[in-house]
Each structure stands twice: as C-alpha cells, then as structure tokens.
C-alpha cells in the first residue's frame, strides 16, 4: 500500500496532471495505516497513531472540502508499514503539493494544496527521528 502511494505519486512529482488524485489516494493510504496500527500496536502508541490518522485526513480534506472523505478500512492481513515508510511518504507530499501549488493560478486551489502541504509536513515531522 504505502510503496505503491509512494511509486504513484513520484511518478506525477513533475507533473501537474493527476497529483491530487495521487496525493488523495497517499493521504488515505496514511489514515488507513494508522487506523489498523491503532488498533493492532502497544497501546502505549495509540495517541500517535491518532495523530498521525488525524493529519491525514485533514489533509485528505483540504483537498477535497465539499466532499465527506471515506477512509476504506485497511485490510487486516497486511502488516501496518514501517513509520519510516510512512515518514517518507509524507515528506514526498509535501514536495509534491508545494510544487504543484506554485505552479497553479487558482488561488482557492493554490491554497488548498498549502494547506494539504502543511499537513503532509506535520505527518513528515511528526516521525523525523
């Protein structure tokens, strides 16, 4: 799940078309991970895992605000990746929505993927070790 987020959305770093969606599927992929790991790790991690579930689907809404975001529920016989994985991930979103907002003349969208930037940085941030 996160390596295929994560092959999606560098193959559209350069490119305009398709990086919401790309950046859309990544942010779910992070909630859905942080959901199971919630609900499968120590317990002791849970309230970073809520965090991290948190940032995602704030940033899954930035992109999307006048729809009421789904997050599918993670398949249960995958493991919950590695935080590194998950870290990266959100690192390369970050580059991505803040290249893609420099390059758009809406300013609405423009903002919007600032903002999606922001969350993605804080899902980043919150894992750096």
Request: glycine share 4%; proline share 5%; net charge negative.
């Given at each position: 799940m996160i390596t295929d987020?994560?092959?999606?959305?560098k193959q559209h770093q350069s490119t305009a078309v398709g990086v919401i969606e790309?950046?859309?599927?990544?942010?779910?992929?992070?909630?859905?991970?942080?959901?199971?790991a919630e609900e499968t790790r120590p317990p002791e991690l849970h309230?970073?895992?809520?965090?991290?579930?948190?940032?995602?689907?704030?940033?899954?809404?930035?992109?999307?605000?006048?729809?009421?975001?789904?997050i599918p529920t993670a398949?249960?016989?995958v493991d919950v990746p590695e935080l590194e994985k998950i870290s990266s991930l959100g690192g390369l979103l970050c580059e991505v929505l803040l290249t893609?907002?420099?390059?758009?003349?809406?300013?609405?969208?423009?903002?919007?993927?600032?903002?999606?930037?922001?969350h993605a940085a804080q899902i980043r941030d919150l894992l750096a070790p």
């Amino acid at each position: 799940m996160i390596t295929d987020a994560y092959e999606t959305l560098k193959q559209h770093q350069s490119t305009a078309v398709g990086v919401i969606e790309a950046a859309k599927d990544a942010f779910t992929v992070i909630a859905a991970s942080m959901e199971l790991a919630e609900e499968t790790r120590p317990p002791e991690l849970h309230a970073s895992y809520a965090l991290l579930h948190q940032e995602a689907v704030d940033g899954l809404a930035a992109l999307s605000p006048r729809a009421n975001a789904v997050i599918p529920t993670a398949d249960r016989a995958v493991d919950v990746p590695e935080l590194e994985k998950i870290s990266s991930l959100g690192g390369l979103l970050c580059e991505v929505l803040l290249t893609a907002a420099e390059h758009h003349t809406d300013v609405n969208q423009r903002l919007a993927l600032l903002n999606a930037a922001a969350h993605a940085a804080q899902i980043r941030d919150l894992l750096a070790p």
